[in-house]
C-alpha cells in the first residue's frame, strides 16, 4: 500500500429504517442512506468524488443516482452487481481506487424497496422462467424456480454427503435471533427455539421457513476514504486490512462441489493472506446468511471448523452470545434485515467501532465479512480492524 493514503478506512455508515417501511422508492433509500453515512464521517456530499452502486435484482437504482445526488464531475462512478457479493466487491474497487489516486472519498450503497403495501412478502422476489431450451429447460421443470429451492438442493446434499441436520441449521437460526433481541434495528427480535425452527413451514425441503433471510425494504451505505483521512474525521476509523474474491463458476454436473465447496474456500485465504492474520485469529464473523445452510457451508470454507464438521460445530452453540465464535452479531439476514451485503458489512463497522450496544462483543480486532451471491455462485471476503494495519 502506498505511502500516501497508508491504506483505505470505512469513516462514515449510514443505515435507513429497515424492513416493513413504505411509500419510498429504492433510489430515494438510497439518497437517504448516502446522506446519512457522509453526516455520519462529518463530510457533505460534495465531498464525495467516487459513487458505486449496487442496483440490485431489478435494477431500481442505477447511475442515474449520481444526478439525483445532484454530484458533479465524479471522479469515479460504476455499477457493481457480484448480486450479496457486491459490498465486499465494492469496498475493494473503492480501496483499490483511492490507492490509485482516482479518487478520494467514494459512496457505496445498497438500496430496495421489493416490500408492497397488501402484498405477501414471497411476492417480492419471484421465481423467473427464463427462455431455455432442451435440457436447459429441466431444472425449472422440475420446480428450481427461485432461490430457496435451489439452496434446498445444495444443503440436501451436504446432509447426504456429511449427516448435517434439520435441528443443526435451526441452531443457526436461533443463534442469529439471539443476537437480533440486542439489536434495536432488527426486524425479528421475539425469542425462538429449536422447537419455533421445526415447527415453522416447509419452504423447499429441507428448508423451513424460519431457514430463509427476511425480505426487507431499505438501504445502507458507506463511505471509503484514505486511512489517514478517516483518521481526521469524527467517527473511529474500520480499516480495510484485506479482500479476495473467488467465483465458482458452477455447472450441473455431477462431479461439481456445489453445496459441498463455496468460493469462501478461496476468498477467504486471499484476504487473510492480504491481511497478513491466521484465521485463528479472526475475532468476529459477519458472514452472509440468505439461508442457515449458507452460514454453515461458508463457516466450514473459512476453516473454522472441518469440512463436514459444521453442523456439529454450530449446534455446540459456538455462533450464539457467549459461544467460543461470534457471528452475525446484529442477527444477520435470518433476523436482523435483508440488504444484501450490506447486511453483515455494516454490522461489521458498528462491532469495529465498538458501537453494538448491548450486543457489542469484547474482541474485535480482527473482523472477517462475507458475501455470497447467486446460489453459491459469486464470494467475496473483507478483513477489517479498528487498528490501522501494521501499526
Known sequence: MSERT???????????EMGKVY???ATQFAVEAIGAAAADAGLSLSDIDGLLVNPGVKNDTDLRLQSTLQMRDTRLLATIQGFGSSAGQMVQYASMAIEAGMA????????????????????????????MVGTASLPFA???????????????????????TSEQLGAVAVAARQWAAMNPMAQMRDPMTLEDHHASR???????????????????????????????LQQPPVHVWGWGQAHPGYVQHRDSQFGLVTGAAKSGPDALKMAGVGVDE??????YDCFTFTTLVTLEDYGFCAKGEGGDFVASGALAPGGSHPTNTGGGELSSFYMWGMTPLSEAVIQARGQGGERQVDRNDVVMVSGNGGVLDFHSTLILSPHQKGR
Open 6 to 16: 497508508m491504506g483505505t478506512a470505512i469513516a462514515g455508515l449510514g443505515m435507513t
Open 23 to 25: 411509500g419510498k422508492t
Open 104 to 131: 478520494d472519498v467514494v459512496a457505496c450503497v445498497y438500496a430496495d424497496a421489493p416490500l408492497k403495501e397488501g402484498k405477501r412478502s414471497s411476492d417480492a422476489y419471484p421465481g423467473q422462467a427464463r427462455a
Open 142 to 164: 422440475a420446480g428450481l424456480k427461485a432461490a430457496p429451492e435451489r439452496y434446498a438442493v445444495a444443503a440436501r446434499r451436504h446432509m447426504e454427503t456429511y449427516g448435517t
Open 202 to 232: 416447509m419452504i423447499a425441503d429441507p428448508l423451513r421457513l424460519l431457514d430463509c433471510c427476511l425480505v426487507s425494504n431499505g438501504a445502507v451505505a458507506i463511505i471509503v476514504t484514505s486511512a489517514d483521512r478517516a483518521a481526521s
Open 282 to 287: 479472526v475475532d468476529l464473523r459477519q458472514l
